[in-house]
């Protein structure tokens, strides 16, 4: 019965619930000290075997531990609810879970739970993943406050992109955090926001070159042949330039065959559309701050062909 309700909890289960199951507490002691549960935190035990070992599964069974350490008023918020719904641009996941409680309840933090008392309205908190945690609105404003700016911009980018909120409720959500601390630093990220953007890495570069003075054109340009039938898509556009700059993950560029798939539809591009000028950037050119906007700048008078993915730039 105790392995049915951690199964329902991605693997975890509370004292309180073994109790209720029928384990007593010489029968928990033993469990733990053989190994075949192991505590998460005071009170609380995972169950290996059950819990999901993708990334997600991890998060879900770490949020639905410090849920069950907690207690039931407290809910997922901040960058963790961010990850679940699925919002892009944020760091490798550390293991921290970030968790709101009512602002009357003074428990000290627990380690591994980075506890806020933010004031939150009921219809604020929703469920996700079988887990209560902010609603997507609610996770952008508590985020943003906490997060440098461009990965404050991949995560607005991005919940405009899976449609987790509409761009009009931007003002409205930004003027919602006028009173909390950060509100003046952060209030004019909100207009930057982009739902186009496709992923973090277009995102990143488009504000490096808006900060350059040179914002594209377009965001999801289509590119057609004689016929009108549509050949690409291209990330950025530069209409003056004639530019067009990829945002290359590499990931997919990694397969077999792929970079020859990419030439061939390169090709395939100038050809239709003589004249272009194409760029692809990597994350590893991010390292460079100032080389993506210098690149773009520099097309003014210089055709860029394509070139390996992170191959763009020579010394720093």
Excluded: K
Excluded at 16 to 45: K, P
């Amino acid at each position: 019965m105790a392995h049915g309700v951690a199964a329902g909890q991605y693997g975890v289960i509370s004292r309180a619930q073994a109790l209720r199951c029928g384990i007593d507490r010489l029968q928990l002691r033993r469990l733990l000290y053989r190994g075949t549960w192991v505590r998460a935190y005071h009170g609380v035990y995972r169950v290996p075997g059950i819990e999901r070992g993708t990334g997600r599964g991890r998060l879900l069974s770490a949020t639905a531990a410090a849920q069950l350490a907690l207690g039931p008023a407290a809910f997922v918020s901040a960058e963790t609810a961010a990850r679940l719904w699925g919002m892009q641009g944020l760091p490798p996941w550390d293991g921290v879970v970030h968790m709101t409680v009512p602002g009357a309840d003074r428990r000290s933090g627990v380690s591994g739970i980075t506890v806020h008392t933010w004031a939150t309205d009921r219809a604020e908190i929703t469920g996700r993943g079988g887990v209560r945690a902010t609603s997507p609105g609610r996770t952008l404003r508590d985020t943003v406050l906490q997060v440098d700016r461009a990965t404050a911009l991949c995560l607005l980018d991005s919940a405009l992109n899976r449609q987790l909120v509409a761009a009009d409720a931007l003002p409205g959500l930004a003027a919602a955090n006028s009173r909390r601390p950060g509100a003046t630093r952060t209030r004019p990220w909100w207009g930057l926001a982009d739902g186009r953007a496709q992923s973090p890495l277009e995102t990143r570069i488009r504000l490096l070159c808006a900060d350059g003075g040179l914002p594209p054109d377009a965001l999801q340009y289509p590119f057609y042949d004689v016929r009108g039938r549509l050949i690409a898509v291209g990330d950025l556009w530069w209409e003056d330039l004639r530019l067009l700059v990829e945002a290359d993950g590499r990931g997919p560029h990694e397969l077999p065959g792929a970079l020859l798939h990419d030439r061939r539809r390169q090709n395939a591009l100038q050809l239709a559309c003589p004249g272009i000028r194409i760029a692809r950037f990597t994350w590893a050119d991010l390292e460079h701050p100032s080389y993506i906007p210098g690149a773009v700048r520099g097309a003014a008078g210089t055709h860029l062909m394509p070139v390996e993915p992170g191959m763009q730039h020579g010394a720093p």
